[in-house]
């Protein structure tokens, strides 16, 4: 008796040993399991999950008067890790990048990975403490389902830890900024490129031809007609493959444009890459998104990285 | 609020249309399978009046919607099903019942409750942002109403490789007058989690179980993800899997209401998505097993009604793009095609492929599913025979994703550059094995 109740002692021990090392890489820093075990930190995740799936089928055992308890904590923890994961976020997001850590020395980017455990924890005791009849008598399908039973909860931590990780990164922001316009939300999801593509449009007639990069290397996003049609409709556009070439089509505004990629392939950041003859230039500040207007001549190298030429036959 | 009315009319429609084909379904679950087939058929048919002359606005639209809801009601009455449309929606009953459920019951169904909330929160938040959404789907979305006609998208080239299901109900928000369509892939989403439960709760009688297996599903990272994007992927893999279990259903149930939701699932997983011919292994699935039970008959109607709701879109396709995809020339020209050009070479980097994008990335689904294979013998032994036609389809399917790579390896120069595609191509694997494995447990696991 007294050596199963060690046995019986040494899993819940296990099952909750995981926990510490979760809080380590929150509280202490991250990668601190692997820094002290040499080993990922969902090794121990897996062997807490193994003493799970053991207490769940083979523990015939009754010693089981803190349950209730137990479930009551886990439920707090649960709540108190989630809202954490939001606040901290939210804090992080409405201060600047690092804030949360320079001031409370939480990597709370590791929180999900803990409410993920805790989670787990939560489900396994309240499936033994509610499911009385899960016990099977025969060792075959004992063994297959227990096998099953350890795989699902695998799959279930590490996707809850993914899926909320994925909620707060998205969630986070409608906390911050619930009333932001779409052209904020989509400048936000695609950066520069968004704000360029609004100063295109806002610079160009709806009738206007543009002429826009090859799509090579750093020009994917601008020379891309399928894409930069999203947001230029119904301008017409056109490009060609060679960056040193114009179209033989007829067109009436080009692009200014650097490249967003940083592999800048054989023919090197910046286009166009011949002097071209403007009736006016725009260019766009990449940081302040100022607009200055010029008039002259296009001449590459010399000219600012991202704008917009109207031709002088127009 | 009209978009509200708006998307209410389509669930009216597929609420009434449900209610004539399989009466027997609970109120929830004719609401959610009838907002797949109602947003699945009205889509088609905007698709196939359009073809006929009549315009993509707000006026005809309506119309159209309105004729498919009358029509369904006046089904019904001629059907005599419209004795089972009684709303029955008692909220205070439900709440009282809910506080009696246990612990477990209420920590499953808050988690469940939380991940959909988040999507639709996400969803109501965010606009149509993921680079094919924009190229693609919400774009086609933008220009058709503008005159009406497909002929200015299809005069801008590359617009007809995929179907118009997503575009058409992106198409529906913004005619409605709405700005951003992202809340209907949480409306998927929530589809799928409520009819993933209700066809568990038809087989597996726990409440516990099922609910179990629905978090399991509804906590995917990949779903959910999915539930956030305005791709194809999720509701092809929802008709899909959709497809399969009713199906399945049907072998068990001997309803032919159910054999005939499958078919219509089928036929809109087309209708969303071309590209992989999964369907085609449902549809022989379904046959073989019609032919072995000699129902001649539906072995005939359950590919006729798949063709038919496949059709409009290839023939329109064909037109189009010249090229033609019937089904015939598909199916031998690949057999050829593979007889011809079988090599290890090609089979151990195929299989390296198959190993990189799909089943490392499934792998402990995978695992569980060979697990349950392990129950097979029973299966066999106890002649179970619906049990059975859902292996059979599982692997037919896996046997599709293996061979259709293979074929793609040397007929596609750049097969191996679209990994994650593959990936998300796979996503119906999901619900499908966590049901095959809730099933399996359920029934032999225990006894």
Redesign the interface.
Known sequence: MHGKLKFYQLIIALLFVPLLPLLAETFIYSGFFKNFFNADISYIIYIGILAGTYYLFFNKDKHEPLIDLL?NLLILLLFVTTVAVFILGYLEEVNFPNYVFSVFHVHYHNIPALVSYV?YL??LL??K???K?LL?EKKL?LK??S??FF??S???V???N??LS??ER??I??LVK?NIT?NE??SK??GFFYNYMLFVRENTPSDAIVHLPPKLDPWQLTG?I??V??FL??RQLVNTSDPFSLSNKKFDYLLISKGFFTQAGESGHGWPKIPIEADKIWYIDENTKEVEEFNGQFIPHTSKDWGLIKLVNN | MTVIIGILAIILFGYLFVNFIYPKFSVLEKITVGYLLGIGIFTLVLFVVNIRGIPYGINPSSIILLLLIIISIALNYIFKTNKYLKFNLDLQKIIKELIRYSRLEKFLIFSIAFLAINSFLINIYWPVTEWDSLVLYDFRAKIFPITGFMNEAISLGYFFGYPLLTSLAHMWVYLLGGENPMFLYSLFYLSLIICFYFALTRSVHSRKFALLFTLLLAVSNLIFEHSTWAYTNLPYSIFLFTGITYGYLWQKEKDWGLLFISAIFVGLSIWTRTAEPFWLGIVLTVIIFLLIKKKILQAFIYPVIVVMIRNPWIKFNAVITGKNLSIERSVTSSVASVSKNIDWHTISIVGNYLWTYIISRHLLLLLIFLISLTFLPKMVIKKDISLIHLTFAIFIIFGMVVLGTYIFSYSLSTWNEIGDSAYRMTMFIIPLILYYVALVLNNYANK
């Open positions: 479930i989670f939560l489900f309240l499936i403490n509610e499911t009849t099977i399908s297959l389902t096998a099953v795989l699902l695998v799959y279930l590490n996707n809850s993914q899926t994925l909620i998205k969630v922001t409608i619930p779409y939300k989509m999801e695609w891309n399928g894409l049609r999203y409709y119904p």
